[in-house]
């Protein structure tokens, strides 16, 4: 039986961002997909895929949460 590994440096789940649409692709499901109008959508997709398909990994989820915070923080300084 074959098993999978992990690199550290790899990332589970990217986002693919063009001028008008966002896709989260994982590396591990050739299979799996989601086409976005906006990076808080395919955020949320990839974050829903990495919880069900990769319990293990919280990269994804990590990094998500990390940007969000910087969003939040710059949108708070430009109200000043």
């Not at 690199?7 to 693919?16: G, K, N, V, Y």
């Given at each position: 039986?074959?098993?999978k590994?992990r690199?550290?440096?790899?990332?589970?789940?990217?986002?693919?961002v063009?001028?008008?649409?966002?896709?989260?692709?994982c590396?591990?499901?050739?299979?799996?997909?989601?086409?976005?109008?906006?990076?808080?959508?395919?955020?949320?997709?990839?974050?829903?895929?990495?919880?069900?398909?990769?319990p293990?990994?919280?990269?994804?989820?990590r990094?998500?949460?990390?940007?969000?915070?910087?969003?939040?923080?710059?949108?708070?300084?430009?109200?000043?």
């Open positions: 039986m074959k098993t590994t690199t550290s440096d790899r990332r589970l789940i990217e986002l693919d063009s001028s008008t649409t966002i896709l989260a692709l590396a591990e499901c050739p299979h799996w997909y989601s086409l976005r109008l906006t990076k808080e959508e395919a955020e949320m997709e990839g974050c829903t895929h990495e919880e069900r398909c990769h293990e990994s919280k990269d994804f989820r990094r998500v949460y990390f940007a969000q915070l910087k969003r939040k923080e710059r949108a708070r300084e430009r109200k000043e």
